[in-house]
T-cell receptor
Framework: GAGVSQSPRYKVTKRGQDVALRCDPI?????LYWYRQALGQGPEFLTY????????KSGLPNDRFSAERPEGSISTLTIQRTEQRDSAMYRC????????????FGQGTRLTVV | GENVEQHPSTLSVQEGDSAVIKCTYS??????FPWYKQELGKGPQLIID?????GEKKDQRIAVTLNKTAKHFSLHITETQPEDSAVYFC?????????FGAGTTVTVRA
C-alpha cells in the first residue's frame, strides 16, 4: 500500500478482554515501531522490530503487552486482560532501516476499554 | 532516558505572521531531531529534520535550528497560512527510538 495501514481504526473492548492490533508497514520497510499516544501528548515508544527480530521492547508497560512480527512484515500488538488505563491511540510506524531514518506513521488504532 | 520538553503548548498567529516552537532535550547523545505535523484524524507526518552535524536547515517556509551546547532546537514557520494549523511535535533520537515532546497546537487566524 501507499502508507502504513493499521486495523481496526477503532476498538471498544470490555475490561478484562484481550485485544490484537494489526500493523501493515510500507512495503520493503525493514524497521517497525509501535508507539502509544495519550490525548494531548506526543507518541511514546513501546517496541521496535528490525525485520522479524524484536530488538527493543523496553517501552512495553508490563507483561500484558506483547508484540510480534513473525515474517518481518505485518506486526501485531496484543494486550491481554485489558484495563481502562490501556485506553489510548496506538500508532505503528515503519522505516527503511538504519539509524535515524524517517519514520512513517499510520493513522493509528483508537482503543477504548470500558 | 531522553526527556524532550516543548513550548508553547498552544500558539495562535495571524495569517502571514511567523510561528516559533522551541524544544529542549536532555540526552547529549541524541543526534537526530525531526519535527512532525499531525492533522486531525491523521498520523504524524515528518515535515523537516536536522542532524547534529548542522546548525540550521531550511525548506521553503520552514526552518529548524539546533544548538547542541544548550541542547535546544526550534521550528520556525514563516508567512503562515491556514493550512499550517495543526499539532506539531518535536522529537529527539540517537538511533531508532524517537522521544517526542508533548506537542504544540498551532492555529492560524485568517
Amino acid at each position: 500500500g501507499a502508507g502504513v495501514s493499521q486495523s481496526p481504526r477503532y476498538k471498544v473492548t470490555k475490561r478484562g478482554q484481550d485485544v490484537a492490533l494489526r500493523c501493515d508497514p510500507i512495503s520493503g520497510h525493514v524497521s517497525l515501531y509501535w508507539y502509544r499516544q495519550a490525548l494531548g501528548q506526543g507518541p511514546e515508544f513501546l517496541t521496535y522490530f528490525n525485520y522479524e527480530a524484536q530488538q527493543d521492547k523496553s517501552g512495553l508497560p508490563n507483561d500484558r503487552f506483547s508484540a510480534e512480527r513473525p515474517e518481518g512484515s505485518i506486526s501485531t500488538l496484543t494486550i491481554q486482560r485489558t484495563e481502562q488505563r490501556d485506553s489510548a491511540m496506538y500508532r505503528c510506524a515503519s522505516s527503511t532501516g538504519g539509524s535515524n531514518t524517517e519514520a512513517f506513521f499510520g493513522q493509528g488504532t483508537r482503543l477504548t476499554v470500558v | 532516558g531522553e526527556n524532550v520538553e516543548q513550548h508553547p503548548s498552544t500558539l495562535s498567529v495571524q495569517e502571514g505572521d511567523s510561528a516559533v516552537i522551541k524544544c529542549t532535550y536532555s540526552d547529549s547523545a541524541s543526534n537526530y531531531f525531526p519535527w512532525y505535523k499531525q492533522e486531525l484524524g491523521k498520523g504524524p507526518q515528518l515535515i523537516i529534520d536536522i542532524r547534529s552535524n548542522v546548525g540550521e536547515k531550511k525548506d521553503q517556509r520552514i526552518a529548524v535550528t539546533l544548538n547542541k551546547t544548550a541542547k535546544h532546537f526550534s521550528l520556525h514557520i514563516t508567512e503562515t497560512q491556514p493550512e499550517d494549523s495543526a499539532v506539531y511535535f518535536c522529537a529527539a533520537s540517537n538511533d531508532y527510538k524517537l522521544s517526542f515532546g508533548a506537542g504544540t497546537t498551532v492555529t492560524v487566524r485568517a
